[in-house]
């Protein structure tokens, strides 16, 4: 489970410019394009850690590169395809660099590296080209076609004829994961999870293989595509002998070489089990691998690599690759340590319901750490937090593993200072003031009890169904962990245990997160369109929540001065009353499964938006002249040996410039068909 950026990664997308600005301080690199800012991420540290430290991070990294394609993949099954054309064309290009759709075509490809694909990669919704189809296909037919991605003995002709329509036309493929209620959600993603099945019979197939009075279930579906051949359902398991095995095979061979120089025997266990999972594709295997992992606590370093968040999947189940390589941040660390230490008191003074608390809290864990390389679903684009794992039995029976990635929030903070932002939204001095002092603590404090505490709060009654609340299940999990840190940011004691200076500290944290749930993400969404994003309908079902069970008592406002809507907090103290309840109700409903309930709360609050606000949001937002998407490119590693081919230093390096990595990944890393059947 993963925490995105609230108040740093601010989306609009519409009326984007299709420009590339190029500009560079001391901090981070920008490139501005279409809705998206690139910064670069420094690795603080790594040229202290050891020798043999520095080989794991290479060998891990390298392991996390060659997952690329499969998200690629997973994301549209035409993405290989359209990704691969489009680079032939943005390599041999031969034409005016300074034709419009030339332009248009390096914005397009350089959207689609950065969404893994041809859609959003936070709204979902298709970006459609600004190009011609007359101009693509000229290109196309111009090229050597040995050049192109054919398949199967296919002409370039019958390549645009494929390829055409899911670029463009707006109605083929609309959304990559589509929430709406009351649609067949399988049918209408254009996500590759699923081929030729319902959602009916692919819940009813999942269904049939649970049992709920086994209180150690798998997470089923988690490694595969489900697909009808002959009439009949078969999984279509992502192994090293199976489906992706191209690239799984590679990222084992890398895990070997990362195996041979682990830290401990615990890590050298921990990367074992997982390369006896990509090996036989057994969910039972994963369990265990995942129990090492959560009990692996003295390595320094760690990482994350598989079919992890599931996101991507509208019906919560099946999961995207991704990969994180990590090395704890010795002194940050000390704020997450002190948080995790205090679990079980967090736990017991929890507004929710005794019945649904934890007698006692396992195996909670929380670090900061600094992120070496990312890559699959949290590249370029990632999370600041992550809680893993996600399965409910090995939380409750062994713990989870709480991070905060300190390098990226920093590069995030130092991003959003000063862009003017916080000047157009914010009611007053008094809350700009707010903002300034506290904001950044408080940000991450949140990130730390989300992920830390709020994950890792409560339990499943018994024979409660993991996936009972399905499509709404991203959105409450996040709901819960969100209000589990707004209800106790504002806590003494926070203040008892040095982390927050004063009583006045969390109010940053309110006001900040209800102007972004009532207001500031809603430049996020185009006009006329409805919340579909599971971290974007939490953060508005819990801001519109309060806002409107507040409304007797005038807790939050909205109000207008100089023509303009403002967000205004009158009772800070009768706000966190209002956090409480509803995370009491919210708790309620994960434990017990309580899907009708999960429904109301998401339909009723976090999906629908007030059109006359939307409106002025997008118009003050623009103004500002920001780009509201923010992702990254990695640094560089690089082994350097001796005469005799033995390795004495891994350097890291800065000066990769965006394009220039994307094409190198897809150059280095792209073992992967075109069509993955």
């Known amino acids: 489970m993963l925490l995105l950026a609230a108040t740093t990664i601010f989306i609009s997308c519409g ?20 809705d998206l800012q690139i910064l670069r991420y420094r690795v603080p540290g790594f040229d202290d850690l050891s020798l043999k430290q520095k080989e794991l991070i290479y060998f891990l990294t390298q392991a996390a590169l060659e997952g690329r394609d499969i998200l690629f993949d997973q994301n549209g099954k035409y993405n290989l395809t359209i990704r691969r054309t489009l680079e032939a064309i943005y390599l041999q290009y031969k034409g005016d660099k300074t034709d419009p759709d030339y332009l248009n075509l390096e914005v397009y490809l350089k959207r689609v590296w950065f969404s893994n694909g041809i859609h959003h990669h936070y709204g979902s919704e298709k970006f459609i080209p600004g190009f011609t189809p007359e101009f693509l296909k000229h290109e196309i037919l111009n090229l050597d076609a040995a050049k192109l991605p054919l398949f199967n003995g296919q002409t370039p002709v019958q390549l645009c004829n494929e390829i055409f329509p899911i670029i463009f036309d707006s109605t083929i493929m609309p959304k990559r994961v589509n929430q709406a209620d009351g649609q067949d959600l399988i049918l209408t993603s254009a996500c590759n999870y699923y081929d030729g099945v319902t959602q009916q019979e692919a819940e009813a197939f999942y269904n049939s293989m649970k049992d709920s009075t086994n209180e150690t279930p798998v997470s089923y579906g988690l490694n595969s595509r489900l697909v009808k051949e002959n009439g009949k359902l078969v999984e279509k398991v992502w192994t090293v002998d199976g489906l992706y095995g191209e690239a799984i095979q590679k990222i084992v061979l890398w ?9 401990n025997n615990a890590q050298k266990e921990v990367i074992a089990k997982l390369i006896e999972y990509y090996e036989t594709g057994d969910l039972k295997t994963f369990d265990e691998y995942s129990i090492l992992w959560v009990k692996d606590l003295d390595s320094r370093i760690d990482f994350v690599n598989g079919f992890t968040e599931t996101y991507g999947d509208p019906l919560g189940m099946k999961a995207s690759w991704e990969s994180l390589v990590n090395f704890k941040d010795m002194e ?16 017991d003074h929890s507004p929710v319901d005794k019945q649904y608390k934890k007698e006692k809290v396992k195996g909670v864990s929380a670090k900061v750490i600094t992120a070496a390389i990312l890559a699959g679903d949290l590249y370029p684009a990632t999370a ?23 390098n990226i929030t920093d590069a995030y903070n130092k991003a959003a200072h000063g862009n003017g932002f916080n000047e157009e939204f914010a009611y007053s001095d008094v809350e700009k003031g707010l903002i300034d002092k506290y904001a950044d603590l408080t940000g991450n404090l949140h990130t730390d009890l989300h992920e830390c505490l709020g994950h890792g709060s409560g339990k499943l009654l018994p024979g409660v169904d993991p996936d009972a609340l399905k499509a709404y299940g991203s959105t409450i999990e996040e709901a819960r962990a969100d209000l589990f840190g707004l209800y106790y940011i504002a806590d003494h004691k926070l203040q008892e245990l040095g982390l927050t200076p004063n009583d006045d500290a969390y109010k940053a944290e309110y006001y900040t997160y209800l102007m972004n ?19 974007m309908r939490n953060r508005q079902l819990i801001a519109r929540w309060v806002f409107q069970q507040g409304m007797p008592d ?21 706000l966190r009353i209002l956090f409480g309840e509803l ?25 629908k ?45 800065y000066n990769e410039g965006y394009a220039e990595q994307m094409l190198r990944y897809s150059k280095e890393y792209s073992s992967l068909p075109t069509i993955n059947n």
Do not use: C
């Open 15 to 34: 009326g984007v410019k299709n420009t590339i600005v190029k500009t560079e301080n001391i901090n981070y690199t920008v490139e501005q394009f279409a």
């Open 255 to 263: 895990l070997k070489k990362a195996e041979s120089v682990a830290e």
């Open 332 to 347: 940050a660390t000390l704020r997450t340590e002190i948080i995790s230490g205090n679990a079980q008191w967090f736990e």
């Open 384 to 406: 600041i937090g992550i809680n893993l794992p996600n399965s409910n039995w090995i939380r409750d029976h062994h713990g989870s593993k709480s991070v905060t990635i300190g």
């Open 517 to 535: 749930g009532l207001m500031t993400q809603l430049v996020r969404i185009e006009k006329g369109n409805s919340v579909e994003e599971s971290h």
């Open 554 to 574: 005038k807790v939050v406002e909205l109000v207008k001065k100089d023509g303009k809507t403002y967000v205004v907090v009158n009772d800070y103290q009768k």
């Open 583 to 607: 995370l009491a109700e919210i708790q309620r409903i994960k434990s017990t499964g309580d899907f009708e309930a999960a429904r109301s709360l998401v339909e009723g609050y976090a999906v």
């Open 609 to 653: 938006v007030d059109p006359v606000l939307h409106a002025e949001v997008l118009e003050r937002y623009k103004k500002l002249n920001l780009a509201p998407y923010k992702g990254f490119v990695n640094p560089v590693y690089e082994l350097v040996t001796d005469k005799d081919g033995e390795i004495t230093d891994v350097k890291v390096s």
